[in-house]
């Protein structure tokens, strides 16, 4: 039996939490004294918290003292986890339980690879964690971001996996960037038009088929 590696990253794959992130964040900018938009959140899929709040205090033109940062990344990070608290299994995004279960079915390796430092908690919320708990691999395991690949290196380690025989699920352009330089199969969820430098690109898993995931065990 051909036995891969899947790879999920968490936030915008497997449950949409871009959302609490912006509310976190909008928040934030406007007890500073500004406000950020929908399309300006796109911008910092992917990328860790202290960058993330560098990039806003850019946008609202504010210089903060180092107490005040540290501060306000604190309070952003208790906002975001508030909203976590409320998750439960109808967060999953379309069809990913299909996907997760066929792998389960053929036994192939099912890890995490996320910058999030809340994907065991947010696993447990949505009841996910059994799945991935033998290869979790988040923003506490890793000393370099996407579009370092060290996540994805390490979920294969854990795995015990060769990385050319990973495939890695991705909405971000700095995660497929990462797949790709891990030797990994790119698979983006989202739209060709940012994810263009991805193997395959689906809109969501509704569009994946099991036939698919078949092909790319069988290779």
Same mark, same amino acid.
């Given at each position: 039996?051909? =036995?891969?590696?899947?790879?999920?990253?968490?936030?915008?794959?497997?449950?949409?939490?871009?959302?609490?992130?912006?509310?976190?964040?909008?928040?934030?900018?406007? +007890?500073? %004294? &500004?406000?950020?938009?929908?399309?300006?959140?796109?911008?910092?899929? %992917?990328?860790?918290? /202290?960058?993330?709040?560098? /990039? $806003?205090?850019?946008?609202?033109?504010?210089?903060?003292?180092?107490? +005040? &940062?540290?501060?306000?990344?604190? +309070?952003?990070?208790?906002?975001?986890?508030?909203?976590?608290?409320?998750?439960?299994?109808?967060?999953?995004?379309?069809?990913?339980?299909?996907?997760?279960?066929?792998?389960? +079915?053929?036994?192939?390796? /099912?890890?995490?690879?996320?910058?999030? =430092?809340?994907?065991?908690?947010?696993?447990?919320?949505? %009841?996910?964690?059994?799945?991935?708990?033998?290869?979790?691999?988040?923003?506490?395991? *890793?000393?370099?971001?996407?579009?370092?690949?060290?996540?994805?290196?390490?979920?294969?380690?854990?795995?015990? $996996?060769?990385?050319?025989?990973?495939? *890695?699920?991705?909405?971000?352009?700095?995660?497929?960037?990462?797949?790709?330089?891990?030797?990994?199969?790119?698979?983006?969820? %989202?739209?060709?038009?940012?994810?263009?430098?991805?193997?395959?690109? &689906?809109?969501?898993?509704?569009?994946?088929?099991?036939? &698919?995931?078949?092909?790319? $065990?069988?290779?």
């Amino acid at each position: 039996m051909n =036995k891969k590696g899947f790879i999920f990253d968490l936030d915008g794959v497997i449950v949409d939490t871009a959302k609490y992130h912006y509310l976190a964040w909008k928040t934030l900018a406007n +007890e500073l %004294g &500004f406000d950020i938009t929908p399309e300006q959140n796109e911008q910092l899929k %992917g990328v860790s918290r /202290i960058r993330s709040l560098e /990039i $806003i205090l850019d946008w609202g033109n504010k210089t903060l003292s180092e107490d +005040e &940062f540290m501060k306000y990344m604190a +309070e952003k990070n208790d906002n975001y986890l508030s909203h976590i608290a409320q998750m439960d299994a109808g967060e999953i995004l379309p069809d990913v339980p299909k996907i997760l279960d066929y792998l389960q +079915e053929t036994q192939q390796g /099912i890890a995490l690879g996320s910058a999030s =430092k809340n994907a065991r908690k947010i696993l447990q919320k949505v %009841g996910l964690h059994d799945i991935f708990k033998n290869a979790i691999v988040d923003g506490n395991d *890793v000393s370099k971001a996407k579009p370092d690949p060290e996540v994805f290196l390490i979920a294969a380690q854990k795995l015990n $996996i060769e990385p050319t025989n990973c495939i *890695v699920f991705e909405d971000s352009v700095a995660g497929v960037t990462a797949a790709n330089t891990a030797g990994m199969i790119s698979i983006g969820i %989202g739209s060709k038009e940012t994810l263009g430098h991805a193997d395959y690109i &689906f809109n969501d898993f509704t569009e994946i088929q099991t036939l &698919f995931i078949q092909e790319l $065990i069988n290779r």
